[in-house]
């Protein structure tokens, strides 16, 4: 499955570091997504993107500030994480008013020292 | 908010038989979409099916098909002749729409990992 990418695939970081996550979809899609999913947990939505313009923020903590420069890219900007973010970050796209199914990119497996 | 439960934390299946799993959800729309989604030890998550909730006819996708009882909230997926590679977690989702021009909001279940033994 190409039509959904994320850079890079696994991440080790310490608490005092920056880094960014890249989502690229390659489906012409409108709107992009991120998702976190850690152990024993659903995933859980993050922020969503409708033609390049934030209309979801499900209550992230400011450490993590995306970025949708255009409707094919979108970023996750991560500074001085804690620990329990550890997980599995899931970037998504989908059609809005038309097909509206999700796919999704094959994550990056984040690790915070 | 919309919830949606998987009672089925981990479930078997002889190859080439039949599974079913379970999934409820809650929700005061009419109108909405329900997904069925696998995840593979590599950790993509694949589309397997959808359901419109307006339509009654149950979705169907090769050896995939589903049970959708609006009036119950249910929506089980059941696997046919299960194959080896069937072998995933498997989550069921609930689509809400954020507005026009919002996009969607997907809420998970926790996830029913299903095993298959040759």
């Known amino acids: 499955e190409t039509g959904v990418t994320q850079t890079p695939r696994h991440l080790v970081m310490g608490m005092t570091n920056k880094k960014s996550l890249k989502c690229e979809q390659h489906?012409?899609?409108?709107?992009m997504y991120w998702y976190k999913q850690s152990a024993k947990k659903p995933l859980e939505l993050m922020f969503v993107?409708?033609?390049?313009?934030?209309?979801e923020n499900n209550s992230v903590p400011s450490r993590f500030s995306p970025e949708c420069p255009n409707s094919s890219h979108l970023f996750l900007h991560l500074h001085t994480l804690q620990p329990e973010d550890s997980a599995l970050y899931l970037c998504?796209?989908?059609?809005?008013?038309?097909?509206?199914?999700?796919?999704f990119g094959p994550g990056t497996r984040l690790t915070v020292l | 908010a919309q919830t949606v439960t998987q009672s089925q934390p981990e479930m078997s299946v002889q190859e080439a038989e039949t599974v079913t799993l379970s999934c409820t959800y809650d929700?005061?729309?009419?109108?909405?979409?329900l997904f069925w989604y696998k995840q593979p030890p590599s950790r993509q998550m694949i589309l397997v099916i959808r359901?419109?909730?307006?339509?009654?006819q149950n979705a169907t996708e090769n050896r995939f098909s589903v049970n959708f009882q609006k009036a119950a909230k249910s929506f089980s997926l059941k696997i046919s002749d299960s194959q080896l590679g069937d072998a995933a977690m498997y989550f069921c989702?609930?689509?809400?729409?954020?507005?026009?021009?919002?996009?969607?909001?997907?809420?998970f279940g926790e996830g029913t990992q299903l095993t298959v033994n040759p």
């Open positions: 998504a796209s989908s059609q809005e008013g038309a097909s509206v199914t999700q796919y």
């Open positions: 489906l012409g899609h409108n709107a």
């Open positions: 359901q419109e909730a307006y339509k009654q």
């Open positions: 993107y409708n033609f390049k313009e934030q209309t």
């Open positions: 989702a609930y689509r809400s729409d954020l507005g026009e021009t919002s996009g969607s909001r997907l809420t």
């Open positions: 929700t005061s729309e009419s109108d909405y979409y």
